[in-house]
């Protein structure tokens, strides 16, 4: 059983930038592809970005391609997002999920590839 906590979240201004961290618990970490999704209440949960075991794998989708960068250091157990040029439509619950393996460009935006998810951090971008 893996748990995941996500911090990092908060208030910035749009075109600001912010990085969400999650450490993992619980089970082998570089047995797991890990993503971030997220949310605006009332809406379902969005794909942010994905990587690898390894971490030599990333995806994104057009929304946040060429402004948030995943990354992850297994010997810490974590995985990042850094965030930049905020916008307003960015404002959401993100949260951290794991996974098996064996991510491709097409499980990695699906929330059911995910066995294990955080609990979220709100992220608010103001004008």
């Known amino acids: 059983q893996v748990q995941l906590v996500e911090s990092g979240g908060g208030l910035v201004q749009a075109g600001g930038s912010l990085r969400l961290s999650c450490v993992a618990s619980g089970g082998t970490f570089t047995s797991y592809s890990m993503a971030w999704f997220r949310q605006v209440l009332g809406k379902e949960r969005d794909f942010v970005a994905a990587?690898?075991?390894?971490?030599?794998?990333?995806y994104y989708p057009d929304s946040v391609k060429g402004r948030f960068i995943i990354s992850r250091d297994n010997a810490k157990n974590t995985v990042y997002l850094q965030m930049n040029s905020l916008k307003l439509e960015d404002t959401a619950v993100y949260y951290c999920?794991?996974?098996?393996?064996?991510?491709?460009?097409?499980?990695?935006?699906?929330?059911?590839?995910?066995?294990?998810w955080g609990q979220g951090t709100q992220v608010t971008v103001s004008s």
């Open positions: 999920a794991a996974g098996g393996p064996a991510l491709t460009p097409v499980v990695a935006r699906k929330t059911s590839f995910f066995d294990y």
């Open positions: 990587i690898s075991w390894s971490g030599g794998t990333t």
